[in-house]
Structure formats: structure tokens, C-alpha cells
């Protein structure tokens, strides 16, 4: 490879073998030797001389030439770097390995602080329905990251499109368990059986309303009279960005 390439190169630029040996300070039965042999191996001192000679990266001797191609300021240090003596190498690298050390540990202090900066909450797979029916919660979930901050105990996965446009369809709610839950509020609610992610409101009789947020679903709206002995079990308070107004009947 190197010696096909070598010899491209010298055509390309109307070189002869003799003029690049003489400039590269090698004899010119050196350069015949790579041309006729790919395989051969060649100092990296002189192939970098001859790169710099015929003004091309290194890259274009090696067989792998998808890879990415160093910059100059990169080629500039690698030549500079076998031009030094042993000692120098052993400085540099000291120095290279020492920075290297420092941005393993910027990585680390960074992967910490965002790692300390979040929490993990379940979600479960059991969707809450928004206005259809759905089981119970069960023991099937998965980890759920949010920020540390966040009020929510636990996440479902809303299915139906009752609560649109503040809740779509599939989204992900976040939910806090124990929540005191007020007119207006949205919440998950285990009515006979069935869970909905509703808007709660309680008139001054007691009787209970579980409104769709999508008024053209106002079907899935839930009624509750204060005298019908209907168990409702609130889970949580859904936690939304905005408050939804309450629909005018």
C-alpha cells in the first residue's frame, strides 16, 4: 500500500525517485525498495519526511483512509514530537497523560452532578386510561429518570385522548402520591374498577364530577352522586405546567 501510493504520488507530481531521495536524505535504492514492496516497513521518521515533502497527510499511506484525517495542527505535533530526544518525549507524554487525567475526572465530577441532579421514579406499565378503562396498578414497571426537584412519586402512561390538548395520547404524566386534590385539580382516580386520569370537581352537595379536558369526549366525563355509595380512590395529583380551567356544563 505504501509503496503503490508512493509511487502515485511521485507520478502525480512528476518526481523522480533520486530528487526525493536527495531531499529526504535516504539513498534512492531505499525509496525502489518501498515502491516495489507494499509490505515492506518504513521509519516513521522518513515517511513523515516524505509527507512533508509531498505536502500530503499522513493519512494517505495508511490503508484504512476512511478514518478521520488529523487536522495540521495535529500532523505539526506529531512531527515535532519524533523530532525530540528521549527525555523530551518523556516530558510530553508525562504532561500529556497528566491532562488526560484531569478531563477523565472533569468527566467524572460532570456525570456526578447530573447523576445528583435527577432521581428515579417508577413508571409503570399499566397505563392510566384518560377516559377509558384500564387495571390497577401492578408491580410491572420500569425506571424512570426526572429532576431531583420534581414533586412526583411515580409515572404512567396516559392512553386516550379525553385530556387533550394538555394531556396526548401515549404521554408520559407525572404523578404525586398523597396530594391534596382541590376543584380543578387533575388527578388519578380508581372508580369501580376502572382508572381514569381526570379533572376533579365537587359541588356543594357532595356530588363528585370527573371531567374530560377535550370537551368533544365530554362522554367520558364521570359523574358521581353523593348518595350513590360509589367507592372513588384518588392515586395522586397529575403534575401539569399549567392549570386547566374548569369546563362550563
Known amino acids: 500500500m505504501i509503496g503503490t501510493t508512493l509511487k502515485r504520488l511521485l507520478e502525480e507530481r512528476d518526481m523522480t525517485v533520486s530528487e526525493l531521495a536527495r531531499r529526504t536524505d535516504v539513498s534512492a535504492q531505499t525509496l525502489y525498495s518501498i515502491i516495489r514492496r507494499d509490505n515492506m516497513k518504513i521509519d516513521f521518521d522518513l515517511l513523515l519526511r516524505i509527507c512533508d515533502i509531498l505536502a500530503v497527510p499522513l493519512e494517505t499511506f495508511c490503508a484504512q483512509s ?103 395520547d401515549g404521554s408520559i404524566a407525572l404523578v404525586k402520591r398523597g396530594a391534596t386534590i382541590r376543584d380543578g385539580d387533575v388527578g388519578l382516580f380508581f372508580v369501580d374498577g376502572d382508572m381514569k386520569c381526570k379533572q376533579y370537581c365537587q359541588d356543594y352537595v357532595g356530588n363528585v364530577y370527573l371531567f374530560s379536558a377535550n370537551r368533544k369526549r365530554r362522554d367520558a366525563d364521570v359523574e358521581i352522586p353523593a348518595t350513590s355509595g360509589i367507592t372513588l380512590c384518588c392515586f395522586g395529583k397529575v403534575l401539569l405546567e399549567q392549570r386547566i380551567p374548569l369546563p362550563i356544563k
Open 66 to 168: 476512511h478514518l478521520p484525517q488529523p487536522s495540521p495542527e495535529e500532523q505539526r505535533f506529531v512531527q515535532k514530537f519524533h523530532t525530540l530526544d528521549a527525555h523530551g518525549r518523556e516530558i510530553t507524554l508525562t504532561v500529556m497523560d497528566a491532562e488526560l487525567r484531569r478531563l477523565q475526572r472533569a468527566l467524572q465530577t460532570e456525570k456526578e452532578e447530573v447523576a445528583a441532579a435527577t432521581k428515579i421514579i417508577p413508571l409503570y406499565a399499566t397505563p392510566a386510561a384518560a377516559g377509558y378503562a384500564s387495571p390497577a396498578f401492578g408491580d410491572d414497571y420500569e425506571d424512570y429518570e426526572v429532576q431531583a426537584n420534581s414533586e412526583a412519586d411515580f409515572a404512567v402512561r396516559i392512553a386516550g385522548d379525553s385530556m387533550e390538548p394538555y394531556i396526548q
